[in-house]
């Protein structure tokens, strides 16, 4: 019922144009025995089994979300409710670039090698080309050589490499023994492969101007290539060059550009580029298509039929879905879908001869690509979902997951989103309004998971502490979208708080039976007043960081406080009684989302007939917000010398004129030089003198 749409989705985006079939070097798991995508390599390593990836070259479905890549990284600056983590994770990864195509060639056959540049101000510096190692171009070019077995160990060794970090600790290449003429002067120029540069960038050739670029500059001194500077601040040369000049400045050496500023250069050369027909000025973006052939049961069989004579065939919409056989094998090697003769082989759509089914299956991100639009109508049988429903419903208001899907789920949810809108299913732009990107939970600095056996068994918890002890310190350990360190003192602490709060309210409940259902009366007094303030105060703080930032553990600390501060008052007149009734009913009500199963049982035990979950939220009153008079400690030199009754927010310059007033004071300043004056609002004045 699902995956139906999933194929009807592609069919769509086949007629767009957005699905296309092509040869790819592709990143390969053998131990999954499928392809990755870029982003589903982490340091080399298959993202699902972290088996070591290497390249091969296979015919690959892909979705052509480079046609949304401007878009996608525009349309970033609306999502204001988005962590800026992760926007900058996208934008880098989508990796917008302003600059020249430059068409250099290969000199044994005149084949064209085209670089992209941001600088082509420094095209008459070149001095060599560069190739990044997994490009198909390499394998090519030492076909047969002497050199292909040491290319291919080479290239090996750096594919293991994070792609981050390739040549960090030293720059390596290897000379293919082939050359590339230089587009305006002819000049031979000679390839190389290194670890420096990377296949997401422009073309996955570089051109190499070591005067002007210092990874460029540290290879050429390595391996004695030339550096030939063509940029310097006055125009003039260097002879004794002992970095890459990277400024911006006057070009020399040049030809008729020499005398140039940088910025005017790059205009003049790429308008030359032009004209030749030998670049055109361009953007370029490091976003690739996404790759979504999988050699793996599970995912949704792409709908398409390979007829000898009518090439590649849509399946119909009216044969949707394309189900998953029953009848494979599943040896743990190699596709299973090919196990099924029953599924390869069918009749063409077409010309009714004979026909195979397309054997790959989609990337399991297609199906988390869009599914929140299908919650909106999932019943539906006629098509993916109701647009009525979809824009009534969506964009989803708030959205929680890992940072981890940063770029993977995101962006392919974000695309998917922008392309059923263009085919009319929604009028939606971007699919969620508010994210919170949750941390990991961590024990002893390492990632808790199951393939490490570092977790920790809730069974245990639960039977030593209770479910509300485990529940409370994941909350409070740490704000949800930092990572949470497990500690067993951590736990421990909660629990001890639990028995805290158990004891507070458990000791009071004659008084709450008496008096709880009855409103606070605020009188005039000084006792009154700093309880109506810790009330309100903490409901204020619990609300807004529980509906507005998410922030749990601020709430906990704050109901944790009143708490504190409730168990050591002591009511004295009805009145007081009353307001603590109160305040301890309210505590109850806070607490009930953190340590339901306690309080659900106190609330019980407190006579309220009605559950707790059927009562309203309270609300805080402002007028109780602050309170008159506070209590100003007044230190010397650190030591407390006196304490005054001041009025709440009092400015530090009225509270000085108090402080001067203070005869206790006065004995210990009296005569001596006032070092430093140090004010805390509400709290203390601390005067250093010598």
Not at 56 to 68: C, G, M, N, T, V
Not at 198 to 206: A, C, F, H
Not at 390 to 405: K, R, S
Not at 549 to 565: D, G, K, P, Q, S
Request: net charge negative; hydrophobic share 35%; with cysteine.
């Amino acid at each position: 019922e699902y995956y139906h749409w999933n194929q009807w989705i592609f069919l769509q985006m086949y007629k767009k144009g957005l699905a296309y079939k092509k040869k790819a070097a592709i990143n390969w798991c053998p131990a999954c025995d499928t392809v990755l995508a870029n982003e589903q390599v982490e340091e080399n390593r298959c993202w699902r089994c972290e088996s070591e990836v290497v390249l091969k070259d296979l015919e690959q479905w892909f979705f052509r979300i480079s046609a949304y890549a401007d878009e996608l990284l525009d349309d970033l600056q609306i999502l204001a409710n988005w962590p800026e983590k992760v926007k900058l994770q996208q934008r880098n990864w989508i990796g917008k670039s302003y600059g020249t195509e430059i068409y250099f060639r290969l000199a044994k056959d005149n084949r064209p090698l085209p670089i992209f540049t941001t600088r082509p101000d420094t095209l008459f510096g070149v001095t060599y080309v560069v190739i990044a190692p997994e490009h198909p171009l390499v394998k090519e070019l030492v076909e047969g050589k002497e050199k292909e077995r040491e290319v291919k160990e080479f290239v090996e060794k750096t594919l293991k490499e994070e792609k981050h970090i390739r040549g960090a600790e030293g720059k390596e290449g290897i000379f293919l023994d082939e050359y590339a003429l230089h587009p305006l002067t002819g000049e031979k120029i000679p390839i190389y492969t290194a670890n420096f540069v990377l296949m997401e960038y422009g073309t996955g050739i570089i051109m190499s101007v070591p005067a002007h670029d210092q990874r460029d500059y540290e290879f050429a001194q390595k391996y004695n290539i030339p550096v030939r500077q063509v940029i310097s601040e006055d125009g003039s040369a260097d002879e004794s060059l002992e970095a890459a000049y990277e400024e911006e400045g006057i070009l020399l050496a040049s030809e008729e550009f020499s005398g140039l500023p940088s910025e005017d250069a790059r205009k003049e050369i790429t308008r030359k580029l032009e004209k030749v027909e030998k670049g055109r000025e361009t953007v370029q973006y490091k976003l690739r298509d996404w790759l979504i052939s999988r050699q793996r049961y599970w995912g949704t069989p792409i709908p398409v039929v390979h007829c000898e004579k009518c090439g590649i065939v849509p399946v119909p919409e009216e044969d949707l879905p394309v189900e998953l056989p029953l009848d494979v094998e599943f040896s743990g090697v190699g596709n299973p879908l090919e196990t099924s003769d029953s599924f390869r082989d069918v009749s063409c759509p077409c010309c009714g001869g004979n026909g195979q089914r397309e054997m790959d299956t989609m990337d399991t991100f297609v199906d988390s690509s869009w599914y929140f639009f299908r919650y909106c109508d999932n019943q539906n049988t006629r098509a993916p979902f109701n647009k009525a429903k979809v824009d009534y419903w969506c964009p989803v208001d708030n959205y929680i997951g890992g940072i981890e899907h940063a770029i993977l789920h995101l962006l392919y949810a974000r695309f998917f989103t922008k392309v059923l809108r263009d085919i009319g299913l929604t009028e939606i732009d971007e699919p969620f309004t508010h994210l919170l990107t949750q941390g990991m939970v961590t024990k002893d600095g390492a990632k808790m998971s199951k393939s490490l056996g570092n977790t920790v068994d809730p069974g245990y918890i639960i039977e030593k502490y209770g479910a509300d002890t485990a529940r409370l310190f994941i909350l409070f350990a740490a704000p949800p979208e930092k990572d949470l360190e497990w500690l067993d003192s951590g736990v421990e602490g909660c629990f001890r708080f639990i028995n805290r709060f158990w004891r507070l309210i458990h000791g009071n409940i004659p008084l709450i039976q008496q008096s709880g259902g009855q409103e606070e009366y605020g009188g005039g007094e000084k006792r009154e007043k700093e309880l109506l303030y810790m009330m309100h105060s903490t409901l204020k703080k619990v609300t807004d960081n529980m509906e507005k930032r998410y922030h749990f553990n601020t709430c906990v600390a704050a109901i944790m406080e009143l708490v504190n501060y409730l168990g050591g008052y002591s009511p004295q007149t009805d009145n007081e009684r009353k307001i603590f009734a109160k305040a301890l009913q309210w505590s109850m009500i806070m607490a009930f989302p953190f340590i339901p199963h306690v309080v659900s049982e106190l609330w019980e035990k407190s006579g309220y007939k009605e559950p707790l979950d059927n009562y309203s939220w309270p609300e805080y009153n402002r007028e109780f917000l602050s309170m008159d008079d506070v209590e100003m400690v007044v230190q010397v030199n650190g030591k407390i010398r006196s304490k005054m009754t001041v009025s709440r927010n009092m400015s530090e310059e009225e509270v000085w004129e108090l402080v001067q007033k203070d005869e206790k004071i006065q004995r210990y300043i009296s005569g001596k030089d006032i070092v430093k004056k140090i004010f805390v609002p509400d709290k203390l004045v601390n005067i250093v003198v010598k």
